[in-house]
């Protein structure tokens, strides 16, 4: 059961499909991971190729095997639309520590619309009771040497 921080690198998505008939999207993103939500700046004027660069942190505690990106068109006059969503599992992250950007499937009703790229870094908790590394192989700190 993996313990720690997982940092989600939000990018950019592309090729979305656009939810507004007369006007530009502007999308944005909730990340769920668990019962953390999390919510992304707005990319006005960028459309269906939107770029973000923006970093969240989760922690990670107990079972979790997934981080839900769903992407969402903002209205000013309506609710916001929903433009599709990408599961990214996160095993691969939890085993390997880090996973560069990648770009996932975006899905609405089992169709594709889309790409997000995304990116993973997880750093595991340490366990109480372990020393840091440096003191672990003893030396010098346990040398009675004067």
């Known amino acids: 059961m993996p313990q720690g921080k997982l940092e989600v690198l939000l990018c950019s998505a592309k090729g979305l ?3 507004d008939f007369l006007s530009n999207m502007d999308p944005y993103v909730i990340l769920t991971c668990r019962t ?11 459309g269906s190729e939107p770029k973000w660069n923006e ?7 107990g079972s979790i095997s997934k981080l839900i990106v769903k992407i969402m068109d903002k209205d000013t006059f309506s609710s916001d639309d929903f433009v599709g969503e990408a599961n990214i599992p996160l095993e691969p992250v939890f085993s390997e520590g880090e996973v ?3 770009s996932y499937n975006v899905v609405k009703d089992g169709e594709y619309c889309g790409e ?3 990116g993973l870094t997880f750093t595991p908790e340490r366990a109480p009771g372990f020393p840091d ?4 192989y003893g030396g010098w700190r ?5």
């Open 36 to 46: 953390q939500e999390q919510k992304s700046s707005v990319a006005s004027g960028n």
């Open 133 to 136: 590394e440096e003191e672990s």
């Open 100 to 102: 560069p950007p990648t």
């Open 142 to 146: 346990e040398s009675s040497m004067d």
């Open 55 to 61: 970093t969240f942190v989760f922690t990670i505690s």
């Open 116 to 118: 997000v790229r995304v």
């Open 17 to 19: 499909e656009g939810t």
